[in-house]
């Protein structure tokens, strides 16, 4: 629903002179400075649950996913403005809340600026706008070009054992490839490996074809699988969303040089490559196969 939604409304709302970079990316840019600015919103029951999550996770992962879009943009924070609606009558819990959010904001030198709370008979709900700054060129989903690499940081799968909540962002990540100029698009994994690859391909104008025996499956993709079989580790790597790690296109020179030094802190994989032909590929077999976009959709 997310998707045709999006769509519409970019169909609907007016050209402005005011963007540099407009709604489908994973932030917008605005023409006059360059700010690049994000706003996500985190829902007592899809994001977490009040009786499972402690208040400072959840503090916590609703900064953390605003700056994996950041990173996604190869941005660096720079202010946050949050909005809590707390439920009545557990008010108490803003505190913890921001308490959460503090070391993430300390890590990256983040300041925060303002927001606004109000109190209700509805669910939690924490929705933060975060404002950042292109060191370098900005990162978009719509640079890939036919021939670049397929590269992501990291594991993909099972996240709901815990990752969703204790995912780094990969800013310093995306800052550091794109300061060496070695990227040409990048989006951030929130609603599903396979759902936001082929994001990429679409934003970029050609399409992705995926090497399913290269995908890197967490530990936690293998565990959940292990405890219900109608979900393969690799179904969960594909699917499963909240991963919060990079889909990146890199030149092919630029990506045999990244996958033979892995100057980051965290691996970079190399799972499959961009193509002419639009949708999503299997990359593995003669012929190409169209792999189902599986993920999160909201
Ligand atoms: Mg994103």
């Known amino acids: 629903m997310e998707i045709e939604f999006i769509r519409a409304l970019r169909k609907r709302l ?3 002179d005011q963007l540099a970079v407009g ?3 994973d932030a917008a840019i605005l023409q006059r400075d360059g700010s690049v600015v994000t706003c996500d919103l985190l829902c007592e029951g ?11 996770r959840i503090g916590r992962k609703a900064l953390a996913v605003n700056l994996s879009d950041l990173a996604a943009m190869a941005a660096e924070p720079v202010a ?6 707390l439920p009545r009558p557990d008010t108490e819990i803003a505190e913890p809340l921001l308490e959460g959010m503090l070391p993430l904001a300390q890590q990256f030198e983040l300041a925060i600026a303002g927001g606004d709370t109000n109190v209700w008979d509805g669910p939690l709900v924490v929705s933060i706008t975060l404002i950042g700054r292109c060191p370098h060129q900005p990162l978009l989903r719509s640079g890939a070009q036919p021939g670049d690499q397929l590269l ?14 204790d995912f780094s ?15 040409h698009a990048g989006i951030d994994c929130s609603d599903g490996l396979a759902l936001d690859a082929s994001r990429l391909g679409e934003e970029s104008g050609c399409g992705v074809a995926i090497d399913l025996s290269a995908v890197p499956i967490s530990e936690a993709a ?7 079989p109608k979900r393969s580790p690799l179904e969960h790597a594909l699917g499963d969303g909240e991963d919060f790690e990079l889909l990146l296109a890199v030149p092919p020179n630029a990506a045999t040089e990244l996958l033979a030094t892995q100057p980051l802190k965290t691996t970079l994989t190399r799972i499959g490559s961009f193509i002419e032909k639009s949708g999503l590929w ?17």
Do not use: C, I
Not at 48 to 56: M, V, W
Not at 169 to 183: C, F, K, S, Y
């Open 282 to 298: 299997r990359e593995e077999t003669e012929k190409l196969v169209p792999l189902p976009t599986t993920g999160y959709e909201h």
């Open 222 to 228: 293998r565990e959940m699988a292990s405890q219900d």
């Open 152 to 165: 992501v940081t990291g594991t993909f799968g099972g996240s709901r054992l815990g990752k969703q909540f």
């Open 46 to 56: 899809t994001h977490f649950s009040l009786a499972n999550d402690s208040p400072l």
């Open 169 to 183: 962002p990969r800013v310093n990540e995306a800052l550091q490839l794109q300061g060496d100029r070695l990227l």
């Open 14 to 16: 007016p050209k402005s």
């Open 80 to 85: 946050a403005f949050l909005a809590v609606a």
């Open 23 to 25: 709604p489908g990316d």
